[in-house]
Nanobody, 125 residues
Framework: QVQLVESGGGLVQAGGSLRLSCAAS????????MGWFRQAPGKEREFVAA????????YYVDSVKGRFTISRGNAKNTVYLQMNSLKPEDTAVYYC??????????????????WGQGTQVTVSS
């Protein structure tokens, strides 16, 4: 089992950048696919990005491609989300999640077994 704690959220102006971090407990971090999700007020939680166990492959929702970068440091038990060129529509609570499943393009939200508590990202126009 793994526990996840996000940090790095905050208030930023449109066009700005933020870097989210997600620290994982335990010694099995490298055995999980890791993902970032977000949930805006009144909307369902949606997928943002995912990364394979080795960090060799990544996958993004179309709306963040070219602006967001997911990465991981298995030695530090941490996954990151670098967010550049932020837009007001990126405003949401951002969650990191871990999955024992396979296939970062096909994993559904429900196949991520472990979730952090979320960190608020607010982008002002």
């Amino acid at each position: 089992q793994v526990q996840l704690v996000e940090s790095g959220g905050g208030l930023v102006q449109a066009g700005g950048s933020l870097r989210l971090s997600c620290a994982a407990s335990g010694r099995t971090f490298s055995t999980y696919v890791m993902g970032w999700f977000r949930q805006a007020p009144g909307k369902e939680r949606e997928f943002v990005a995912a990364i394979t166990r080795s960090g060799g492959s990544t996958y993004y929702v179309d709306s963040v491609k070219g602006r967001f970068t997911i990465s991981r440091g298995n030695a530090k038990n941490t996954v990151y989300l670098q967010m550049n060129s932020l837009k007001p529509e990126d405003t949401a609570v951002y969650y990191c999640a871990g999955s024992t499943g396979w296939g970062i393009r096909s994993l559904s939200l429900r196949e991520y077994e472990y979730w952090g508590q979320g960190t608020q990202v607010t982008v002002s126009s």
